[in-house]
């Protein structure tokens, strides 16, 4: 094996150990004691995989791995952690960390996971993530959900619905996976996937934009509003913008009529549409700096009032 | 027309509703607000009592806590209905001669009476705005109070007092029959009695039973339970641990919505300070009584909202209903027995315990007691959710509370009961909303959704809108209702996109009615109702719509065209600017033009315009024009 | 918390309504702001965040600020209460930071509710 690791923990026998099992393993191993240290380090030279801790005084884990991500999505990044709980490590993944490494660690488990590390870069690296694959830290945690919910009677919903959280959509793959691990046959897991509309097989952008098709949005106008999303965002309904950015869907009645016409962006509610009300809204979620965005707010606010 | 008010028949009306069961000669409205209540009003009221009673006046006279009137530096303030007076800074030492003047021999005590004050305040008082004016709160009685993320709160708002009285003073027995006797019926829609339905589930053997609680509000147009459940969550589960006692189960789901999150976010809170409170779980105030409670989120589909769907979707199923019987208080969740409840209905539980039947039913009407919870939205000036007595008039509603339609336009109806529900018009404004009067109609009062339209609403496109919802939101077991909400959905889009012909509206409601006969499930028994319902009371509409091919009020796009009336057009430009598709052309002050070929129908210059110089014409219009 | 008795309630319910009695616990004011959907849509949190920097620029201890959930008229939210001793609670509509800024000033600090943005004095009956 070889390739470039970054190693940053507040711990030099962190460091240390890390350094010794992987150079052995023949990777090149570079160390930073910090996450403003192990930013610097990031922008100047390219690491294959960046391993870090989440607790470090000064700048901490999560706001490392953002940092680094923002910079470069593409950046391989896992996570030793003392402190596995289910909310970092969920945060982390969904920054699309690869992997995480609990510790104590003995070497075997570090060789491993940066190998499986390495190999998932690869698959990734230089074209489109493969097909029906997951990071390994996804597919764990998806089966620690498994396992928890496992022996509960009627559980299929409550798993699919963390897994796709944790996911983001129910793939084939992942709904024979739960269908394996509850011992339930994946059909019947397929056709509770396919009645419920909260579920869905097609990936998300980053944000998802629900419209409310209620009645008292319906009356105040909500197609309008609709139709300008379309345009702007150049996607149907239930599509995915092209830079993955946004996903469109619509929902029965998100019940805040009194705010009619109304809709979500992830978990934020915007009430009293009006078409220039409804693209400045996803403006604050990705920069209006690609071409069909500029376009589509200069037309509203050429037509605007 | 414009509505006019008569505000004295409103005031009786409202307090004849209150007195409708009891018989009270008068009712004394004690203001309990923090100032009053600082100012001693909560002796006032018992020596009060104790002096009413002394005279023997307790049986022909009431006293009433009501809320803030505005009045606190006169506090304790309080006004006598129906004589209408209103006294001020009512002390203890004055109420044996404050009882005898006014109770005994009749004249008002003028001591005490109101003295206008010489300099008005500029700020208006509750009894001022008609929108707080008439509301009744029970269901919300929290609202706006207390932080609902916080127990104490709750607790200090007299919370947890009726699970304790229910669970350490009654027998179940007698918690349905406090239940029963007071006539609460299910908020949910299809109003049958709560105690009713726990009575049948009580009486059925069986170690494992279930309690459940219906979140999962899918009508569009309604969102009272997702404001309870974010803003009194403590009340449902009150209401909840109450059930369970009444029919000896042990378990209980709370079935929410999954976009509702907030609403999940500060149940869960409260589900887990119940537990650390002992409020959940063994041995709850040391009565030998357990109850664990969870929350079950749902996956986006309305027809979970019917019970027997809601059990299936629990079990982790494709949420399908089932044919009844057996009914679930014999074979639900799991085919345990189970009582599945609407959360605004366990909200008013631990009211009706801890002040008892009687008090429940002096608001209401004789069939349909207490008070209800509206969502009220469209086209009134004030949009919210209101609760009051049943029995009040829907023009109350809609033009006191509601404050009328949004920019002085005309009322054409109100849409009530969601999908399942219809559109009530303005010849019918006038009847008192209760379950019956509803029904009678052709809508239902469903979860209290109450959508209002003015003349910019097309009804025929109205009628589609619901079938859209559900035709879509059918489960596909039975086929009636996934087969003909299709085919009558599909007649309708021919009616509004210009292919109708004159005899579909027969077969409208002929298919309308068989699916209303053959239908497995509640959803699609009342699937027909918006357009069976349209007809009754819009059938000029289907035929303009069918024979003219105009939509008048402009919103089916292919049976319209819009024009500018060159008299009233003023050359403002306001719609030039509004229009998308920019067909408006026309100098500044002389009148503008549409160009037809390019106007797309948007409405846009329609609701721009100031002078109400767009008409709007059949589509025949278009090709008349010769541009 | 311990597993609540009955007169635990009773004891919980007086002592919370001593110390959220103005008079009794001698605050001067207590300001409720409505954080249901409607009023986090329309940026309730906003309004808070206002008032509350107000009051701690201003070095205040003796306001109880607290939120509830929604207060019915979802179409003017953001709204907020204010009570102050003696007078009915007055209940603000359609607020914006500056509007609750000024409210802190004029009303709470000194006792004149600021009328143009007042919806109504008083609260709702529930029985």
Same mark, same amino acid.
């Given at each position: 094996?070889?390739?470039?690791?970054?190693?940053?923990?507040?711990?030099?026998?962190?460091?240390?150990?890390?350094?010794?099992?992987?150079?052995?393993?023949?990777?090149?191993?570079?160390?930073?004691?910090?996450?403003?240290?192990?930013?610097?380090?990031?922008?100047?030279?390219?690491?294959?995989?960046?391993?870090?801790?989440?607790?470090?005084?000064?700048?901490?884990?999560?706001?490392?791995?953002?940092?680094?991500?923002?910079?470069?999505?593409?950046?391989?990044?896992?996570?030793?952690?003392?402190?596995?709980?289910?909310?970092?490590?969920?945060?982390?993944?969904?920054?699309?960390?690869?992997?995480?490494?609990?510790?104590?660690?003995?070497?075997?488990?570090?060789?491993?996971?940066?190998?499986?590390?390495?190999?998932?870069?690869?698959?990734?690296?230089?074209?489109?993530?493969?097909?029906?694959?997951?990071?390994?830290?996804?597919?764990?945690?998806?089966?620690?959900?498994?396992?928890?919910?496992?022996?509960?009677?009627?559980?299929?919903?409550?798993?699919?619905?963390?897994?796709?959280?944790?996911?983001?959509?129910?793939?084939?793959?992942?709904?024979?996976?739960?269908?394996?691990?509850?011992? *339930?046959?994946?059909?019947?897991?397929?056709?509770?996937?396919?009645?419920?509309?909260?579920?869905?097989?097609?990936?998300?952008?980053?944000?998802?934009?629900?419209?409310?098709?209620?009645?008292?949005?319906?009356?105040?106008?909500?197609?309008?509003?609709?139709?300008?999303?379309?345009?702007?965002?150049?996607?149907?309904?239930?599509?995915?913008?092209?830079?993955?950015?946004?996903?469109?869907?619509?929902?029965?009645?998100?019940?805040?009529?009194?705010?009619?016409?109304?809709?979500?962006?992830?978990?934020?509610?915007?009430?009293?549409?009006?078409?220039?009300?409804?693209?400045?809204?996803?403006?604050?979620?990705?920069?209006?700096?690609?071409?069909?965005?500029?376009?589509?707010?200069?037309?509203?606010?050429?037509?605007?009032? | 027309?414009?509505?006019?008010?008569?505000?004295?028949?409103?005031?009786?009306?409202?307090?004849?509703?209150?007195?409708?069961?009891?018989?009270?000669?008068?009712?004394?409205?004690?203001?309990?607000?923090?100032?009053?209540?600082?100012?001693?009003?909560?002796?006032?009221?018992?020596?009060?009592?104790?002096?009413?009673?002394?005279?023997?006046?307790?049986?022909?006279?009431?006293?009433?806590?009501?809320?803030?009137?505005?009045?606190?530096?006169?506090?304790?303030?309080?006004?006598?209905?129906?004589?209408?007076?209103?006294?001020?800074?009512?002390?203890?030492?004055?109420?044996?001669?404050?009882?005898?003047?006014?109770?005994?021999?009749?004249?008002?005590?003028?001591?005490?009476?109101?003295?206008?004050?010489?300099?008005?305040?500029?700020?208006?008082?509750?009894?001022?705005?008609?929108?707080?004016?008439?509301?009744?709160?029970?269901?919300?009685?929290?609202?706006?109070?207390?932080?609902?993320?916080?127990?104490?709160?709750?607790?200090?708002?007299?919370?947890?007092?009726?699970?304790?009285?229910?669970?350490?003073?009654?027998?179940?027995?007698?918690?349905?029959?406090?239940?029963?006797?007071?006539?609460?019926?299910?908020?949910?829609?299809?109003?049958?009695?709560?105690?009713?339905?726990?009575?049948?589930?009580?009486?059925?053997?069986?170690?494992?039973?279930?309690?459940?609680?219906?979140?999962?509000?899918?009508?569009?147009?309604?969102?009272?339970?997702?404001?309870?459940?974010?803003?009194?969550?403590?009340?449902?589960?009150?209401?909840?641990?109450?059930?369970?006692?009444?029919?000896?189960?042990?378990?209980?789901?709370?079935?929410?919505?999954?976009?509702?999150?907030?609403?999940?976010?500060?149940?869960?809170?409260?589900?887990?300070?119940?537990?650390?409170?002992?409020?959940?779980?063994?041995?709850?105030?040391?009565?030998?009584?357990?109850?664990?409670?969870?929350?079950?989120?749902?996956?986006?589909?309305?027809?979970?909202?019917?019970?027997?769907?809601?059990?299936?979707?629990?079990?982790?199923?494709?949420?399908?209903?089932?044919?009844?019987?057996?009914?679930?208080?014999?074979?639900?969740?799991?085919?345990?027995?189970?009582?599945?409840?609407?959360?605004?209905?366990?909200?008013?539980?631990?009211?009706?315990?801890?002040?008892?039947?009687?008090?429940?039913?002096?608001?209401?009407?004789?069939?349909?007691?207490?008070?209800?919870?509206?969502?009220?939205?469209?086209?009134?000036?004030?949009?919210?959710?209101?609760?009051?007595?049943?029995?009040?008039?829907?023009?109350?509603?809609?033009?006191?509370?509601?404050?009328?339609?949004?920019?002085?336009?005309?009322?054409?109806?109100?849409?009530?009961?969601?999908?399942?529900?219809?559109?009530?018009?303005?010849?019918?404004?006038?009847?008192?909303?209760?379950?019956?009067?509803?029904?009678?109609?052709?809508?239902?009062?469903?979860?209290?959704?109450?959508?209002?339209?003015?003349?910019?609403?097309?009804?025929?496109?109205?009628?589609?809108?619901?079938?859209?919802?559900?035709?879509?939101?059918?489960?596909?077991?039975?086929?009636?209702?996934?087969?003909?909400?299709?085919?009558?959905?599909?007649?309708?889009?021919?009616?509004?996109?210009?292919?109708?012909?004159?005899?579909?509206?027969?077969?409208?409601?002929?298919?309308?009615?068989?699916?209303?006969?053959?239908?497995?499930?509640?959803?699609?028994?009342?699937?027909?109702?918006?357009?069976?319902?349209?007809?009754?009371?819009?059938?000029?509409?289907?035929?303009?719509?069918?024979?003219?091919?105009?939509?008048?009020?402009?919103?089916?796009?292919?049976?319209?065209?819009?024009?500018?009336?060159?008299?009233?057009?003023?050359?403002?430009?306001?719609?030039?600017?509004?229009?998308?598709?920019?067909? *408006?052309?026309?100098?500044?002050?002389?009148?503008?033009?549409?160009?037809?070929?390019?106007?797309?129908?948007?409405?846009?210059?329609?609701?721009?315009?100031?002078?109400?110089?767009?008409?709007?014409?059949?589509?025949?219009?278009?090709?008349?024009?010769?541009? | 918390?311990?597993?609540?008795?009955?007169?635990?309630?009773?004891?919980?319910?007086?002592?919370?309504?001593?110390?959220?009695?103005?008079?009794?616990?001698?605050?001067?004011?207590?300001?409720?702001?409505?954080?249901?959907?409607?009023? *986090?849509?329309?940026?309730?949190?906003?309004?808070?965040?206002?008032?509350?920097?107000?009051?701690?620029?201003?070095?205040?201890?003796?306001?109880?600020?607290?939120?509830?959930?929604?207060?019915?008229?979802?179409?003017?939210?953001?709204?907020?209460?204010?009570?102050?001793?003696?007078?009915?609670?007055?209940?603000?509509?359609?607020?914006?930071?500056?509007?609750?800024?000024?409210?802190?000033?004029?009303?709470?600090?000194?006792?004149?509710?600021?009328?143009?943005?007042?919806?109504?004095?008083?609260?709702?009956?529930?029985?």
């Amino acid at each position: 094996m070889s390739g470039s690791v970054l190693v940053v923990d507040d711990e030099l026998v962190v460091i240390k150990s890390c350094e010794r099992i992987l150079t052995a393993e023949g990777y090149n191993v570079d160390s930073a004691s910090g996450g403003a240290e192990a930013l610097r380090k990031t922008e100047k030279t390219s690491y294959d995989l960046v391993l870090t801790d989440l607790k470090m005084p000064g700048m901490d884990g999560l706001t490392l791995i953002k940092l680094i991500k923002r910079a470069n999505p593409a950046q391989g990044i896992v996570v030793i952690t003392g402190y596995p709980t289910q909310e970092t490590i969920k945060e982390a993944l969904e920054m699309g960390i690869i992997d995480y490494v609990p510790k104590p660690f003995t070497p075997a488990v570090l060789t491993d996971v940066t190998r499986r590390a390495f190999q998932w870069i690869k698959g990734t690296v230089g074209g489109e993530k493969p097909k029906d694959e997951f990071p390994p830290a996804m597919i764990a945690e998806l089966d620690r959900v498994i396992r928890e919910y496992k022996n509960k009677p009627g559980c299929a919903i409550p798993v699919l619905q963390r897994a796709q959280e944790i996911v983001g959509y129910l793939p084939p793959l992942i709904q024979k996976r739960i269908a394996k691990g509850l011992n *339930i046959s994946p059909a019947e897991i397929h056709s509770i996937v396919s009645f419920y509309s909260f579920f869905t097989m097609k990936p998300r952008g980053d944000h998802t934009v629900r419209v409310c098709l209620g009645t008292a949005c319906y009356v105040k106008g909500i197609e309008t509003i609709i139709a300008k999303l379309k345009d702007t965002l150049m996607i149907d309904v239930g599509g995915i913008t092209a830079d993955k950015k946004f996903s469109l869907e619509t929902v029965r009645c998100l019940g805040a009529c009194g705010l009619a016409p109304v809709m979500v962006i992830d978990h934020d509610t915007y009430g009293s549409l009006t078409q220039k009300k409804a693209v400045d809204a996803l403006g604050n979620y990705a920069s209006l700096q690609t071409a069909e965005m500029s376009e589509g707010d200069e037309s509203a606010a050429g037509k605007g009032d | 027309m414009r509505y006019k008010r008569d505000e004295r028949y409103k005031r009786n009306e409202r307090y004849n509703a209150i007195n409708a069961m009891n018989n009270f000669r008068a009712n004394i409205m004690l203001c309990a607000g923090t100032g009053c209540v600082a100012s001693g009003a909560t002796n006032v009221k018992s020596v009060l009592e104790d002096e009413l009673k002394k005279k023997g006046l307790e049986d022909e006279i009431k006293v009433v806590l009501t809320g803030c009137n505005g009045y606190c530096a006169k506090g304790p303030v309080m006004s006598v209905y129906p004589d209408d007076i209103f006294y001020q800074s009512v002390t203890t030492e004055e109420i044996p001669k404050l009882v005898e003047e006014h109770f005994l021999k009749g004249r008002p005590y003028e001591k005490l009476m109101f003295k206008e004050p010489e300099k008005k305040s500029a700020v208006p008082l509750m009894k001022d705005i008609p929108f707080f004016k008439y509301q009744v709160l029970r269901v919300l009685r929290n609202k706006g109070l207390i932080d609902p993320e916080k127990i104490e709160e709750y607790i200090a708002r007299d919370g947890y007092q009726a699970a304790a009285k229910a669970l350490t003073q009654m027998t179940p027995e007698d918690v349905i029959n406090v239940i029963k006797d007071s006539g609460i019926r299910g908020r949910g829609g299809a109003g049958f009695p709560t105690g009713m339905k726990w009575e049948f589930c009580s009486k059925v053997r069986s170690d494992v039973k279930f309690m459940l609680c219906n979140g999962d509000e899918g009508d569009p147009g309604a969102f009272m339970d997702r404001s309870v459940m974010e803003a009194d969550p403590h009340a449902v589960i009150e209401g909840m641990i109450i059930g369970a006692r009444a029919i000896g189960s042990h378990n209980g789901y709370i079935y929410v919505r999954a976009e509702y999150p907030l609403a999940v976010k500060r149940l869960q809170l409260a589900i887990d300070q119940c537990y650390e409170a002992g409020l959940l779980g063994k041995n709850i105030f040391d009565s030998g009584f357990d109850f664990d409670l969870e929350i079950y989120q749902g996956a986006g589909a309305f027809v979970c909202g019917e019970e027997t769907a809601l059990m299936r979707s629990i079990e982790g199923k494709r949420g399908m209903p089932r044919p009844r019987p057996p009914f679930p208080a014999h074979k639900g969740l799991w085919d345990k027995p189970s009582v599945l409840n609407n959360v605004e209905t366990l909200a008013q539980i631990p009211l009706i315990i801890m002040n008892g039947a009687d008090w429940y039913k002096s608001l209401g009407t004789e069939k349909s007691t207490g008070t209800k919870v509206f969502a009220l939205t469209g086209a009134v000036n004030n949009i919210g959710l209101i609760e009051v007595p049943m029995g009040t008039p829907l023009k109350t509603i809609i033009f006191d509370i509601g404050g009328g339609i949004k920019k002085g336009r005309k009322f054409k109806a109100v849409q009530m009961g969601g999908p399942s529900g219809g559109c009530i018009p303005e010849s019918l404004i006038d009847i008192p909303v209760t379950y019956e009067d509803v029904v009678k109609t052709g809508a239902i009062m469903g979860s209290g959704g109450m959508v209002v339209m003015d003349d910019n609403n097309c009804m025929v496109s109205t009628a589609k809108f619901f079938l859209e919802f559900t035709a879509d939101e059918s489960c596909g077991k039975c086929v009636p209702c996934r087969v003909g909400t299709r085919i009558l959905l599909d007649m309708l889009i021919d009616i509004t996109e210009g292919r109708g012909k004159e005899s579909d509206i027969e077969p409208l409601e002929d298919l309308g009615r068989d699916i209303i006969a053959a239908s497995l499930c509640g959803l699609g028994q009342t699937a027909p109702n918006p357009i069976l319902t349209t007809i009754r009371y819009f059938k000029d509409e289907y035929e303009s719509h069918i024979k003219d091919k105009w939509c008048k009020a402009g919103v089916c796009r292919s049976l319209c065209t819009f024009m500018i009336d060159e008299k009233t057009c003023t050359g403002c430009g306001a719609c030039m600017r509004a229009c998308p598709a920019k067909a *408006i052309t026309g100098e500044k002050k002389k009148p503008h033009n549409i160009m037809q070929e390019v106007c797309v129908r948007c409405r846009s210059c329609y609701e721009t315009c100031k002078f109400n110089s767009i008409r709007i014409l059949p589509a025949s219009a278009r090709e008349k024009v010769i541009w | 918390m311990t597993r609540l008795t009955i007169e635990d309630l009773l004891k919980i319910k007086e002592k919370h309504q001593a110390e959220f009695n103005l008079r009794e616990g001698g605050y001067r004011a207590k300001v409720t702001v409505h954080m249901g959907t409607c009023g *986090i849509a329309a940026g309730a949190r906003a309004v808070m965040t206002a008032l509350m920097d107000e009051i701690s620029n201003a070095g205040i201890k003796d306001v109880i600020v607290t939120t509830s959930g929604c207060a019915g008229l979802c179409a003017r939210e953001p709204m907020a209460t204010v009570e102050i001793i003696n007078q009915p609670p007055v209940k603000y509509c359609d607020l914006n930071e500056e509007q609750i800024k000024q409210i802190f000033k004029e009303h709470i600090m000194a006792g004149t509710p600021v009328e143009k943005y007042v919806l109504v004095a008083g609260c709702e009956t529930t029985y």
